[in-house]
């Protein structure tokens, strides 16, 4: 592989290319940092990195993802969602996907939509939440053939932020979020700001979306684009042929 290292302390924008998704996981293993889980019983401690992946958009972008992931050694944890427009978990070759970042060492959460079941904000009961959520992890499970326990929440209200259910494992709890540090390649705003301008956190959880990863660099507005227009076409086609 070309891609070396980056300098980190250098580091005032990122490219969001594979290959450089690919040398920043060569920095910070340079940097001594080691991948881990999301297990309650284990929090991370200094020099761990969580490398967690939102797929809001492509399942095939994810398993270019974690493919090169397993080239470096890295293991890190894949959150679908079950009510994405853009792709069905149902789908064979979806569900073989799927089982196939499994294989390669990674693990699979849940990316759950709070927006699916309640209106935009407003804060839900717990056993309300965890009935919900409950019931996305049991047919996650049976689709990839292991229940999943980690849920990452979609464009995540304040009302899950910094804490903890019983039922599952929030991705925004406070040993995996408020404790350490957090980053996200939100909306490529990587692309005109360094990731780490105050230098790399002791521990951190790495919010990485694998849609916005591409071969070469795509602007986020062309990736929706075609996704929207492709997504349109699929229900216009349907409806269409109704009659
Ligand atoms: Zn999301």
């Not at 940092?33 to 284990?42: I, L, M, N, V």
């Not at 292991?146 to 464009?155: D, M, Q």
């Amino acid at each position: 592989m070309t891609e070396s290292p980056l300098d980190l302390a250098e580091l005032s924008s990122v490219e969001y290319r594979l290959d450089s998704y690919t040398a920043l996981l060569r920095s910070f293993r340079s940097a001594g940092y080691t991948f881990s889980r999301f297990d309650p019983a284990d929090p991370p401690e200094t020099g761990e990195i969580l490398l967690r992946h939102d797929v809001d958009l492509s399942i095939g972008r994810a398993l270019a993802m974690a493919e090169r992931e397993r080239e470096l050694g890295v293991r890190s944890t894949y959150c679908f969602l079950l009510s994405a427009p853009v792709y069905d978990l149902t789908r064979p070759q979806n569900a073989r996907a799927i089982r196939r970042i499994t294989k390669l060492g990674h693990d699979i959460a849940l990316h759950f939509d709070t927006r699916t079941y309640w209106v935009a904000d407003d804060e839900p009961s717990a056993e309300s939440v965890a009935a919900k959520v409950t019931d996305e992890l049991d047919v996650l499970g049976r689709l990839v053939g292991e229940e999943p326990s980690a849920v990452s929440f979609h464009i995540p209200p304040s009302w899950v932020l910094d804490r903890s259910f019983e039922e599952f494992t929030n991705t925004y709890a406070p040993p995996f979020f408020s404790r350490i540090g957090y980053r996200s390649d939100s909306s490529q705003k990587w692309t005109d700001a360094d990731p780490f301008p105050d230098g790399l956190p002791d521990a951190f959880q790495l919010l990485v979306h694998p849609g916005l990863w591409n071969a070469t660099h795509r602007p986020m507005a062309e990736i929706v684009d075609a996704l929207r227009q492709q997504t349109h076409g699929q229900v216009d086609g349907y409806f269409d042929r109704l009659g």
